[in-house]
């Protein structure tokens, strides 16, 4: 499993908050931190998933095991019955796996913006998980990451992060997503102990 120690956390480029002294802080005398030990840090959740993101941070299988567990919550969630009948279509067959192409996520995001534009304000809002599986097949892991976050917290802020229960809804999803790469983990250390019996 990938570690990093203060220098290789800090070639990363983090947040400016998170200083030298700050990581040395957090690493509270330990050479280099797992992403199970960075899990367990006394910081946001938001903050904790930021290094899952990173470049060799998870192998291909792991993000891509990860992200089909938070792009699906988000497609059901806020997909599935979101009242505009063509991104529904879509979310049904992304779910089967009929349809999991990026361009189809496109159109049913752009769908999503059309209800918008329309001003149908909760159906758009709900829609918008469309828009995590283009990510997911068009960007970086953190972008999908990132707009599955934004689906989940459209329905309450719109596309603004502000605080209150958007704020609230935001830090639970970073959980949520935390408990996914835990289990992720969990399940392929498992896999490696059985293989190696």
Known sequence: MQSWTIDEMLAKHPCPEYTRERIA????????LTLLEIFDLPISAE????????????????????????????????ALKCGV??????????????????????????AA???????????ARAAWAAWPVWAAGAAEAA?????ALAAWTAGAAGAAWTAGPAEAARAAEYTRQIEDMRAVLAEEEAIGQTESA
Do not use: K
């Open 25 to 32: 802080e957090l690493w509270a005398g330990r050479p280099a």
């Open 47 to 78: 903050h904790r998933m930021w290094p899952v993101w990173r470049s060799g941070a998870l192998t291909e299988l792991q993000q891509r095991t990860v992200l089909a567990r938070i792009v699906t919550r988000a497609v059901e969630r806020h």
């Open 113 to 123: 913006g059309a209800a918008r534009a329309a001003r149908a304000a909760e159906a």
């Open 85 to 110: 009948v063509r991104v529904e279509r879509w979310a049904d067959d992304w779910l089967a796996g009929r349809d999991r192409t990026a361009a189809r996520a496109a159109w049913a995001a752009r």
């Open 143 to 147: 972008g999908a990451a990132g707009a």
